[in-house]
């Protein structure tokens, strides 16, 4: 993502959460086609490793939330999806415990036993970036969040 100087507003947020551990994970632009393989490979990795924890994966596009879903054998939700309000049910009363979302989530969740969330691609702005994050993990647990 580039910016042009002239272009750029600068916003200050406190955002200081101890708990929460930040991380980013570049892909190459010749690795770009793998993309997808290495985020359900580091999926599988995490969900194996986080058993009992509720991890959200963030996507930009429906196609790339319902593609991911498929391979990882996940719930999904988005802005039109059927049954949605039992999806997210089932995501807060812990008999799912990976969801694959759009933004769509972000503004209905308060979920505060979220362990991990994975931004898939770039956040469109940090506010919508923060947003994503404010919402889980509010208890003294850590959070992970990876931006891919």
Do not use: G, P, W
């Amino acid at each position: 993502m580039s910016f042009k100087k002239t272009k750029m507003t600068l916003f200050q947020v406190r955002m200081i959460r101890k708990n929460v551990r930040y991380q980013v994970i570049e892909v190459k632009n010749d690795e770009q086609k793998k993309k997808e393989e290495f985020i359900v490979q580091m999926m599988k990795r995490m969900m194996s490793n986080y058993v009992k924890e509720k991890i959200v994966m963030y996507c930009n596009s429906v196609r790339k939330m319902t593609k991911l879903t498929k391979a990882l054998d996940c719930e999904s939700y988005y802005h039109h999806a059927k049954q949605k309000n039992e999806k997210l049910k089932r995501f807060q009363d812990d008999d799912e415990r990976v969801i694959v979302t759009t933004s769509a989530l972000r503004l209905r969740i308060d979920i505060f036993d979220i362990q991990v969330i994975i931004h898939v691609d770039e956040s469109c702005s940090l506010m919508n970036y923060a947003q994503k994050n404010e919402r889980a993990r509010r208890d003294e647990l850590s959070l992970q969040t990876i931006v891919i």
